[in-house]
């Protein structure tokens, strides 16, 4: 598609329910990142993807998130027996690829593209 | 490690005003630094980037933004505001993690513009 695409745009569901919040990314993009964002804050760093694998994980804010991607695609987040502190924007963003720096040069820095995100509220 | 500084989370400026909003970075390396916008229910799209080319950096909307090494700012400027620049302004810097690319937000700008 055009853009980064999202689903679903909102999801309202109980304490203590499993969701799952997909994103489609730009095609050909191999790079793929999920953000949070509470009312209020700013963008919380959770995870991303460099083809199918996440080299960094150390933004999941506990064991009942968990994510996964296949297909150098589509991704899942995944957020199990949610919690009301679970509610927030979830953001997906995608770009051509990642890179090693300093070694890149620095005029092919690509910027990463957002979804509108899937708003979580929990009950 | 990277960060970013953005002062006052809350800016008001009359339309046709001067908009400033302003970015500190740290940085152990020369930074990659972007500018993102969020309007209501909507994603983060790109205003501009730095990337060492050039310090003044022009971006959509009449946007641009100054690099400053010596005050390790990147503030985001606009001569004269219009009602459509309200919105949320996102200041970011690149960092590497373990290799790869790691963006690090700002905890944002919202932006009044008042008729």
């Known amino acids: 598609g055009a853009g980064v695409s999202q689903s679903p745009s909102n999801k309202v569901t109980e304490k203590g329910k499993d969701v799952e919040l997909r994103c489609d990314p730009i095609?050909?993009?191999?790079?793929l990142y999920w953000y949070r964002q509470r009312l209020g804050q700013g963008l919380e760093f959770l995870i991303y993807f460099q083809g199918n694998s996440a080299p960094d994980k150390s933004g999941l804010p506990s064991d009942r998130f968990s994510a996964e991607r296949t297909g150098e695609s589509v991704s899942t987040l995944t957020i199990q027996r949610t919690q009301q502190e679970d509610s927030a924007v979830y953001l997906c963003?995608?770009?051509?690829?990642?890179?090693?720096?300093?070694?890149?040069?620095?005029?092919?820095?690509?910027?990463?593209?957002f979804g509108d995100g899937t708003r979580l509220s929990i009950l | 490690a990277q960060s970013v500084t953005q002062l006052g989370s809350h800016v008001s400026v009359s339309e046709g005003a001067l908009v400033l909003l302003r970015c500190n970075y740290s940085s152990s390396v020369p930074p990659y630094l972007f500018w993102y916008v969020q309007y209501p229910n909507q994603g983060l799209q790109l205003l501009l980037k730095y990337t060492s080319a050039a310090t003044l950096v022009k971006g959509i909307n009449g946007f641009e933004a100054e690099f400053k090494k010596s005050e390790t700012s990147f503030h985001l400027t606009k001569p004269s505001a219009h009602m459509s620049d309200a919105a949320e302004y996102f200041c970011?810097?690149?960092?590497?993690?373990?290799?790869?690319?790691?963006?690090?937000f700002g905890i944002g700008t919202k932006l009044q513009v008042i008729p």
């Open positions: 963003a995608s770009s051509f690829r990642t890179w090693r720096i300093p070694t890149v040069p620095r005029g092919t820095i690509e910027p990463q593209h």
């Open positions: 970011a810097v690149i960092s590497q993690a373990g290799g790869y690319q790691k963006v690090t």
């Open positions: 095609s050909g993009h191999t790079a």
